[in-house]
C-alpha cells in the first residue's frame, strides 16, 4: 500500500509541475489590447520601455499607424523579464512579431534559430543601401555569421562630460579639452579635492572602464577582421594596466567610500550634476537627462582622448535594435515598421523619432536631416556623439554565443585587478584561460561558441 501511494504520489507531482510549467508559458506571453483597426493585418510588438520612454514608443507607433492602412502595430511594454518571455513565446510558437531589444541576445538566439535574418526580408537595393551607408558600428551591432539580425534604432556612444565652472575655479581653460589621455589623467589630478584628512571631496577624472580604453589602446576584446575574440593582447593588457594604476594613486578604498555616498545615477540624482566629479565618461543619453533634470548647467562634451600611439574615436559601443523572432505570423509587417522606425525607407521623417528619445541614428541621411539638424543646434553637446559614430573604432560586445560569459569574465577580470586580488598579468591570463576551459566545455556539450 505504502509503495502504491509512492507512485501515486510521483504522478500527482509531475502533474503538479507539468500543469505549473504550462501556466507560467501561458502567463509568459502577454497579450496585447484589442486592435483599433481589425480589418488591417496586426503587428505585434513587444518592447522593454517604460515611464516616459513608453510615451515616446507609443507616439512612434501611433505615427506608423496613421502612415498607412495594411498594417496595425500593437504595442506591449515588457520592462520586466522581456527576454525570457520572448523565448518562451517562441519555443510555446506564439511569439510577437517583432521586438525593441537592448541586452546581449543577437549570437545566441541567432546561432539557435530564434531570430530571423533580416536581410532575407529585404529587397536587394535596400539591403546593399543598408550595408553601404549605415554607419560601422550599427552594422556591427546587428550582424553575426554574415548575417543582418538586429536593426538598430538608437546607438550608444560614450564621451567625456565635463563641467567648466569646475576649469576655471581651478585656473584650467574649458576651451582647451587634452587632446591625448595623458593629459587627461594629469588634468583629472588638478581638479580632484580632498578634505583635511585627505579623502575625496571631489573627483577630478576617472578613467573609463576597460571595455572603453581597450580599443582606444588599439586592442579590444574581438578581431573583426578574422573574426577571433581577442583577450591576452599587450594592447588590452596596457589598458588594464591603465585603468589600474591611475585608480591606486587615488586609493581603491578612498575611491569606494567616495563612491558609495552617490546614491542612485538617475534624474538629477547624478554625482555629475551635484558636482561631485568633473570629468566623466558617460552615454549619449545623458543628455536628455540633463535637459530635463539640470537645463541650467553648464556643461560640455568632448571625444574620450586617444593614448599617444593609440586610436582616436574609439571605444565600446551598444544600443536599442529591432528583431524579428522565428514563427512571427507576419513578419513583412514587422519589417515594414521597422523601415518606418529606423529611417531605411524615409530618412528624413525618421529623423524626427530619434530626437523624441536622444537616440544616435542608423545612417549619415538622418543625421543631417533638418529635423536632427534642428535638434543638434538646440543640444550643440550631442554633436560630439554624432561626430563619433563614423568611426570603424567602435566595437560592440563579441558576436559569439559565448557573449554574456566573455563579458562578465572581462568585469570580473578588471574588478580583480583594481582590488589588487591578481596584477594585471595575472587577471588577463585567468580571463584567457577561464574563457578557452568554458569554449572546450561548450564544445563538448555540442554547442557553439
Same mark, same amino acid.
Given at each position: 500500500?505504502?509503495?502504491?501511494?509512492?507512485?501515486?504520489?510521483?504522478?500527482?507531482?509531475?502533474?503538479?509541475?507539468?500543469?505549473?510549467?504550462?501556466?507560467?508559458?501561458?502567463?509568459?506571453?502577454?497579450?496585447?489590447?484589442?486592435?483599433?483597426?481589425?480589418?488591417?493585418?496586426?503587428?505585434?510588438?513587444?518592447?522593454?520601455?517604460?515611464?516616459?520612454?513608453?510615451?515616446?514608443?507609443?507616439?512612434?507607433?501611433?505615427?506608423?499607424?496613421?502612415?498607412?492602412?495594411?498594417?496595425?502595430?500593437?504595442?506591449?511594454?515588457?520592462?520586466?523579464?522581456?527576454?525570457?518571455?520572448?523565448?518562451?513565446?517562441?519555443?510555446?510558437?506564439?511569439?510577437?512579431?517583432?521586438?525593441?531589444?537592448?541586452?546581449?541576445?543577437?549570437?545566441?538566439?541567432?546561432?539557435?534559430?530564434?531570430?530571423?535574418?533580416?536581410?532575407?526580408?529585404?529587397?536587394?537595393?535596400?539591403?546593399?543601401?543598408?550595408?553601404?551607408?549605415?554607419?560601422?558600428?550599427?552594422?556591427?551591432?546587428?550582424?553575426?555569421?554574415?548575417?543582418?539580425?538586429?536593426?538598430?534604432?538608437?546607438?550608444?556612444?560614450?564621451?567625456?562630460?565635463?563641467?567648466?565652472?569646475?576649469?576655471?575655479?581651478?585656473?584650467?581653460?574649458?576651451?582647451?579639452?587634452?587632446?591625448?589621455?595623458?593629459?587627461?589623467?594629469?588634468?583629472?589630478?588638478?581638479?580632484?579635492?580632498?578634505?583635511?584628512?585627505?579623502?575625496?571631496?571631489?573627483?577630478?577624472?576617472?578613467?573609463?572602464?576597460?571595455?572603453?580604453?581597450?580599443?582606444?589602446?588599439?586592442?579590444?576584446?574581438?578581431?573583426?577582421?578574422?573574426?577571433?575574440?581577442?583577450?591576452?593582447?599587450?594592447?588590452?593588457?596596457?589598458?588594464?594596466?591603465?585603468?589600474?594604476?591611475?585608480?591606486?594613486?587615488?586609493?581603491?578604498?578612498?575611491?569606494?567610500?567616495?563612491?558609495?555616498?552617490?546614491?542612485?545615477?538617475?534624474?538629477?540624482?547624478?554625482?555629475? @550634476?551635484?558636482?561631485? +566629479?568633473?570629468?566623466? %565618461?558617460? =552615454?549619449?543619453?545623458?543628455? #536628455? /537627462?540633463?535637459? $530635463?533634470?539640470?537645463?541650467?548647467?553648464?556643461?560640455?562634451?568632448?571625444?574620450?582622448?586617444?593614448?599617444?600611439?593609440?586610436?582616436?574615436?574609439?571605444?565600446?559601443?551598444?544600443?536599442?535594435?529591432?528583431?524579428?523572432?522565428?514563427?512571427?505570423?507576419?513578419?513583412?509587417?514587422?519589417?515594414?515598421?521597422?523601415?518606418?522606425?529606423?529611417?531605411?525607407?524615409?530618412?528624413?521623417?525618421?529623423?524626427?523619432?530619434?530626437?523624441?528619445?536622444?537616440?544616435?541614428?542608423?545612417?549619415?541621411?538622418?543625421?543631417?536631416?533638418?529635423?536632427?539638424?534642428?535638434?543638434?543646434?538646440?543640444?550643440?553637446?550631442?554633436?560630439?556623439?554624432?561626430?563619433?559614430?563614423?568611426?570603424?573604432?567602435?566595437?560592440?560586445?563579441?558576436?559569439?554565443?559565448?557573449?554574456?560569459?566573455?563579458?562578465?569574465? @572581462?568585469?570580473?577580470? +578588471?574588478?580583480?585587478? %583594481?582590488? =589588487?586580488?591578481?596584477?594585471? #598579468? /595575472?587577471?588577463? $591570463?585567468?580571463?584567457?584561460?577561464?574563457?578557452?576551459?568554458?569554449?572546450?566545455?561548450?564544445?563538448?556539450?555540442?554547442?557553439?561558441?
Amino acid at each position: 500500500m505504502s509503495k502504491l501511494k509512492s507512485v501515486w504520489h510521483t504522478i500527482r507531482v509531475a502533474g503538479l509541475v507539468v500543469l505549473a510549467l504550462a501556466v507560467v508559458i501561458v502567463l509568459a506571453a502577454p497579450r496585447p489590447s484589442l486592435q483599433k483597426h481589425p480589418e488591417r493585418k496586426q503587428v505585434r510588438f513587444w518592447h522593454m520601455w517604460s515611464a516616459e520612454w513608453k510615451d515616446v514608443v507609443d507616439k512612434i507607433v501611433d505615427r506608423y499607424n496613421k502612415s498607412q492602412t495594411e498594417y496595425e502595430v500593437v504595442a506591449l511594454s515588457i520592462p520586466e523579464g522581456a527576454s525570457t518571455k520572448m523565448l518562451l513565446g517562441i519555443t510555446g510558437g506564439n511569439p510577437p512579431d517583432v521586438m525593441a531589444q537592448w541586452e546581449s541576445v543577437i549570437p545566441t538566439w541567432a546561432e539557435n534559430k530564434m531570430i530571423q535574418p533580416l536581410e532575407t526580408l529585404m529587397p536587394p537595393e535596400e539591403w546593399d543601401r543598408f550595408q553601404r551607408e549605415a554607419y560601422p558600428a550599427v552594422k556591427k551591432l546587428g550582424m553575426y555569421k554574415g548575417h543582418l539580425y538586429g536593426i538598430t534604432i538608437g546607438m550608444n556612444v560614450f564621451a567625456c562630460y565635463y563641467r567648466p565652472d569646475h576649469f576655471r575655479a581651478a585656473g584650467l581653460d574649458p576651451d582647451n579639452f587634452p587632446k591625448t589621455l595623458e593629459e587627461l589623467n594629469a588634468l583629472g589630478e588638478k581638479l580632484h579635492q580632498f578634505d583635511k584628512k585627505e579623502q575625496l571631496r571631489r573627483i577630478g577624472y576617472l578613467p573609463a572602464g576597460w571595455t572603453m580604453l581597450a580599443p582606444a589602446f588599439g586592442g579590444g576584446f574581438y578581431d573583426w577582421k578574422s573574426n577571433k575574440v581577442t583577450l591576452n593582447t599587450p594592447q588590452n593588457l596596457q589598458a588594464l594596466k591603465h585603468h589600474v594604476d591611475y585608480r591606486k594613486e587615488l586609493g581603491y578604498d578612498n575611491i569606494v567610500r567616495f563612491q558609495s555616498g552617490f546614491g542612485a545615477d538617475s534624474g538629477a540624482s547624478w554625482s555629475f @550634476i551635484g558636482g561631485s +566629479q568633473s570629468i566623466i %565618461v558617460d =552615454g549619449c543619453w545623458r543628455v #536628455e /537627462q540633463l535637459r $530635463k533634470e539640470a537645463p541650467k548647467l553648464e556643461y560640455r562634451l568632448a571625444p574620450m582622448p586617444p593614448p599617444k600611439g593609440g586610436q582616436a574615436l574609439a571605444g565600446n559601443t551598444g544600443g536599442n535594435f529591432m528583431i524579428i523572432p522565428s514563427g512571427a505570423k507576419n513578419p513583412q509587417g514587422a519589417m515594414d515598421f521597422i523601415r518606418f522606425w529606423s529611417g531605411l525607407s524615409n530618412p528624413e521623417r525618421a529623423a524626427e523619432f530619434y530626437t523624441m528619445g536622444g537616440w544616435l541614428p542608423l545612417s549619415p541621411a538622418i543625421a543631417n536631416a533638418p529635423i536632427y539638424q534642428e535638434y543638434i543646434r538646440k543640444h550643440p553637446q550631442f554633436q560630439a556623439f554624432v561626430d563619433m559614430m563614423p568611426s570603424e573604432n567602435l566595437h560592440p560586445a563579441p558576436p559569439v554565443p559565448m557573449q554574456l560569459f566573455i563579458q562578465d569574465k @572581462i568585469n570580473q577580470t +578588471q574588478d580583480l585587478a %583594481v582590488r =589588487g586580488s591578481l596584477t594585471p #598579468e /595575472q587577471a588577463i $591570463k585567468k580571463l584567457e584561460d577561464d574563457v578557452r576551459q568554458e569554449a572546450a566545455r561548450r564544445e563538448a556539450l555540442g554547442y557553439a561558441n
